[in-house]
Each structure stands twice: as C-alpha cells, then as structure tokens.
C-alpha cells in the first residue's frame, strides 16, 4: 500500500529552519504519520498529485508500468472525497468512477491498461466556512 503522508522533516537542509507542519481548526497537530490518501497495488506510479485548475478537487495522475492491467484503489484518508471522475490530461472529465464506503473510508476501484496513464479526479467534501475535510459517503 503506498500512502501519500504529511511526514515533512522537521529541519530544512542545512539551514535548521522548521518546515510548516499540516494544521487545521480540527487538528490542531496532525500526527506525523497520517494518510492523506491511500493508493493500491504499490507497483502504480503516482506521478502526480495537486489541486485541480478550476474545481474543489484534487488531481491524482498514475502510471502502469507494466505490460498487464493492475486492479487500482484510491483511499480516502485525511481528505475525503464524495465523487471520483477520470480524467483526460487537461483535466476534462472524461467518465465517472464508483465510490463505496470500504472498511469507514471512501474508496474509488478502476483498472489501469497496460504501460497506460491514467488522471483521476478526487471530488473534495469538505466545509466552506471552517475549510476542514468532512467525511464522504461512509
């Protein structure tokens, strides 16, 4: 399971300044170990995770580097989301993917070709006034 996590080092390189450290209103001390997402099987290749241009979303761009298709999961940890779409490059929606509740957490299933790579939109559910990641559908 590769997980994408907050465990940003305490000192910057050579210059022994702090880095930030995550924080919100509900959490004031994020652990250092939290999951933001959570990506299955740990042979995909993230090669990109950000904001979306124009949405509320989070961009998830994944590579297969092998010659069969993998069976992908995306795991909703610290940031929840309600809806899941692929995407094409320019990050048009392309087709919606299903989200279900898995084990207290929204999770989003699809295949991934061959040697293919795939953009997924992660459709944050999250309160405008406090700015805090709520739960999705589970």
Do not use: W
Request: hydrophobic share 35%.
């Amino acid at each position: 399971m590769l997980s994408v996590r907050n465990d940003i080092p305490q000192q910057a390189h050579g210059g022994g300044d702090s880095y930030p450290r995550l924080t919100s209103p509900a959490h004031p001390l994020i652990p250092g170990r939290s999951s933001i997402i959570e990506i299955t099987p740990e042979h995909i290749h993230v090669t990109t995770i950000k904001k979306a241009l124009d949405r509320n979303s989070i961009i998830v761009r994944l590579y297969n580097p092998f010659r069969t298709s993998l069976h992908v999961s995306i795991r909703g940890g610290l940031l929840s989301f309600t809806n899941a779409h692929k995407c094409l490059l320019s990050e048009e929606r392309d087709s919606v993917l299903p989200v279900t509740c898995d084990n207290g957490e929204n999770t989003t299933k699809f295949v991934v070709g061959g040697k293919k790579i795939v953009t997924v939109e992660l459709v944050l559910n999250f309160d405008e006034s406090s700015g805090v990641s709520k739960k999705g559908i589970c």
